[in-house]
């Protein structure tokens, strides 16, 4: 079990690239961006775009061997970009995120996007290293070609006023994010755990109606068409 995070662990940092990371010292104040397009949309409206995505993609196999099929399946193939472009609308219009999402991180300070994911008003939020009591970066381990990498799931930043801010690895840079509070010698621990279940809802509405569309479009468009 990883008990310490040190900056030279691959375990920990394995694939890590922060632009200009070779050149940071103590002034260096860094940027990361932060995407969006898995934040959580309101139930009703996932389901309603899980059910548009996977109707529309196998509505082909209706009416198979014929024109209006083949139609269809080309319709399909340009389905997926236009889904990841609605919901990253609806994303930023129900979050009311305008503008690009970043955090910031230096030897002074940890900025970071405010909004509902970390019920917060809609803003940024920036917590100076003084209110900062602990952080907490919770990881699950795995073996990966007989080498341990620890994937970080959550960090947990205790305020000195006995608050908690939980940011998650669905909707943070966390990678770059522990590795630069590292850097800046942050108080920090880490606590070893299991996977959270609570955001496989999300996963599923994000991704089912992705892989539904490349697996059965990526085989009618090789039936069809070659």
């Not at 632009?19 to 940071?24: A, C, E, H, L, Q």
Request: proline share 5%.
């Amino acid at each position: 079990m990883a008990k310490k995070i040190e900056l030279d662990d691959k375990s920990w940092f394995y694939n890590l690239h922060i632009k200009g990371m070779r050149n940071f010292n103590a002034q260096s104040d860094v940027s990361l961006y932060v995407a969006n397009i898995a934040y959580p949309l309101p139930f009703g409206i996932s389901l309603s775009l899980l059910i548009f995505m996977v109707g529309l993609t196998v509505l082909p196999l209706n009416f198979p061997n014929t024109e209006l099929a083949r139609a269809l399946v080309l319709i399909n193939v340009g389905l997926l970009p236009v889904y990841l472009i609605g919901r990253y609308w609806l994303v930023r219009r129900h979050y009311g995120i305008s503008g690009t999402l970043r955090c910031y991180v230096s030897q002074q300070r940890l900025a970071i996007p405010a909004n509902a994911i970390i019920k917060k008003p809609l803003g940024t939020l920036e917590l100076q290293r003084d209110d900062i009591a602990r952080l907490t970066v919770k990881y699950k381990s795995q073996m990966h070609r007989l080498h341990v990498r620890n994937h970080i799931t959550a960090c947990d930043i205790k305020l000195k006023n006995g608050e908690v801010i939980t940011l998650n690895a669905m909707y943070f840079p966390l990678k770059q994010i522990v590795y630069l509070l590292r850097f800046f010698d942050y108080p920090m621990t880490t606590q070893h755990g299991n996977w959270s279940w609570t955001f496989l809802p999300n996963i599923i509405a994000l991704t089912f109606p992705v892989l539904t569309n490349v697996v059965v479009t990526g085989m009618l468009v090789k039936h069809y068409f070659f």
